[in-house]
T-cell receptor
Framework: GAVVSQHPSRVICKSGTSVKIECRSLDFQATTMFWYRQFPKQSLMLMATSNEGSKATYEQGVEKDKFLINHASLTLSTLTVTSAHPEDSSFYIC?????????????FGPGTRLTVL | DAKTTQPTSMDCAEGRAANLPCNHSTISGNEYVYWYRQIHSQGPQYIIHGLKNNETNEMASLIITEDRKSSTLILPHATLRDTAVYYCIVRVKAGGTSYGKLTFGQGTILTVHP
């Protein structure tokens, strides 16, 4: 159980285009989903937290107009990188969390590697 | 959330126990110790977590010192597939302002060799 998928696994796009990444919880309802970014040889950095049906909360320094997050249902969240540039090339990872009272585990997706040419 | 300190890298022979230390001297009473690992180019994988008692599951054991200022993750019989970056994270229990957030440090690169 607790499987999270991401689509696509890899995407290459031209500078200036927008890219959408999907994150799905396959066998549980995710009350909260998180989006992380990881540059080569660096650790994961949290970009934003989203709860189903409400606006995402972005971490300091993350542009909300550039990284659009939609959490329309309890099993799906999307991250859209708008007007992508080469510096946005990174490994994007989502996680999903189910409210279980005292603690809520985060289950991570396999990641999406974005390359902007 | 409290900060953690881990060695940058460690080596372990296949079949031997891997003991990964973590210091979290500023941990608060409402903070758990979590361990995740990340195999190259994959998403992190949950390993184990604990509050103050030692914990064991099918993957690993977690030993937390009595003062809770440090912990050790033990992989009892390391295999080549255990080569990964291991993250020790201190996380507020549900209900705090950091509810659900995980703050990843640099972790420990564990290399298991034949």
């Amino acid at each position: 159980g607790a499987v999270v998928s991401q689509h696509p696994s890899r995407v290459i796009c031209k500078s200036g285009t927008s890219v959408k990444i999907e994150c799905r919880s396959l066998d549980f309802q995710a009350t909260t989903m998180f989006w992380y970014r990881q540059f080569p040889k660096q650790s994961l950095m949290l970009m934003a937290t989203s709860n189903e049906g409400s606006k995402a909360t972005y971490e300091q320094g993350v542009e909300k107009d550039k990284f659009l997050i939609n959490h329309a249902s309890l099993t799906l969240s999307t991250l859209t990188v708008t007007s992508a540039h080469p510096e946005d090339s990174s490994f994007y990872i989502c996680s999903a969390s189910q409210d279980r009272g005292l603690y809520n585990e985060q289950f991570f997706g396999p990641g999406t590697r974005l390359t902007v040419l | 959330d409290a900060k953690t300190t881990q060695p940058t890298s460690m080596d372990c022979a296949e079949g031997r126990a891997a003991n990964l230390p973590c210091n979290h001297s500023t941990i608060s009473g409402n903070e758990y110790v979590y361990w995740y690992r990340q195999i190259h180019s994959q998403g992190p994988q949950y390993i184990i977590h604990g509050l103050k008692n030692n914990e064991t599951n099918e993957m690993a054991s977690l030993i937390i010192t009595e003062d809770r200022k440090s912990s050790t993750l033990i992989l009892p019989h390391a295999t080549l597939r255990d080569t990964a970056v291991y993250y020790c994270i201190v996380r507020v229990k549900a209900g705090g302002t950091s509810y659900g957030k995980l703050t990843f440090g640099q972790g420990t690169i564990l290399t298991v060799h034949p």
